[in-house]
């Protein structure tokens, strides 16, 4: 129908709202996807926008405005059709994905964190009052009024889960860590990962390990941490903050929690931080968040001021060992795709279009490995490559017998470079659904 996202239909069904992954903007398209219109264009400000829920009357529409990409804060929009204009209803704390109307038109329900504890709310659009209605240790979320007005619906329930290493040769699996963890990445020699656990909605921490879960060590603690990469010499390695309240940050340390170095201020948003091949610098992926794309920056490791590197050449993932090309990739949109960033002459070409999946380099630079998940099983590709091309087309390299999921707040799986080793999230927990009745 569309390369879209957050999808809202109306309220006769003959259309649906979206918002793109390239855009800034909100648009509306036939249920069949065809004649696109542009609903509203933020033109002037430093926020993106996504559709929420359909005014009653069907000239109007809720939407939510916000700053970065962790929407722990946004703003309520109403957007007329035949103005293209948007007023400011509020902004708010809270989970902008759980939007629903409490009283159509006047007031929404969704989940927010107070003091650690998510709860829903209440929001009254005319007065911009917030009201509590769920109490206690939480968490609740998902909330839906019962068409009967008998009251509300939520869910309450805590994740939980694994973060599992199969070790290929063997066919056998361990269990890393066994609590809720994601965003695995192996070091280079393939003996020890570093991953992100997710102990409350705002408090991620970074840890290290032996590929096997043994020696573990906390790295940092913070409300929403981002694995990087780890260095050549499988010591030194990369992560990133990003904090409504403190912005976004990239660090480097030792994989002992030792010799913390933050970077400058070089965005709202920022993804991976790729080290070079030499250590003496890193690559780091800064989202323009009014444009939607994804610049890249250079940091000397040595703390000198960073450089604006390349734009629009998808996210940076990898360095081949010869220094001379990033690997990037753009997971959704128009432009999905692997790419190449030249380091000599800062030019980004597509290697392969329409692939999703993230790029990694082979041990010996020769090729590149991508992951492909399909019918309860993955394959991993390899595809043969030289000085900034391709050799051939893509073969599979591997086929792991089951499947995993790509993406669990944050790349949800990694591969060793040799293949011999793949570490995955397992996520899981315990939900249960309440009704609060009506007083």
Known sequence: MASAQFVVPSLDGSSNFYAKSESSSIFRAEKSGLNEELVYNPKGTDLFFFPLLPFPGGNDLLAAGGRDFTLSNFIFYRINFTSHEAVDLGEVSGNAFDVVWAEPGKTVLFSRTVNGLTNIWKYNLEDRSLTQITFGAGPDYSPMTDPGGKGIYYVNGKSSGFLTAYHVHSKESTDIVSEDATQPIISPDGKRVMYITLATPHRSELWVSDIDGGNKVKIATGEFLGTGSWAPDNFHLSFVELAASAGAKAYLVSSDGSGLRRSPPMGRALGDAVWSPDQKSVYVNVVEVTKRIITVWKWNADGSTPEKFGD????????????????????????????????????????????????????????????????????????????????????????????????????????????????????????????????
């Not at 309860?376 to 073969?395: F, L, S, T």
């Open 312 to 439: 629009n050449c998808g996210e940076i993932l990898d360095v081949d060992p010869g220094g001379e090309y990033l690997l990037g990739s753009v997971s959704q949109g128009e432009k999905t795709g692997i790419y190449e960033l030249s380091i000599v002459d800062r030019k980004c070409t597509v290697l392969l279009p329409g692939v999703s999946s993230a790029g990694l380099f082979a041990q010996d630079g020769k090729s590149f490995l991508y992951a492909v998940a399909s019918r309860g099983e993955v394959a991993i590709y390899r595809q043969v490559w030289k000085d900034g091309k391709n050799i051939g087309v893509p073969q599979v390299a591997l086929k792991v017998p089951f499947a995993f999921p790509e993406y669990y707040a944050g790349n949800a799986y990694d591969f060793s470079r040799d293949l011999s080793t793949i570490v995955y999230a397992r996520p899981g927990g315990h939900a249960d659904l309440y009704l609060l009745s009506q007083k």
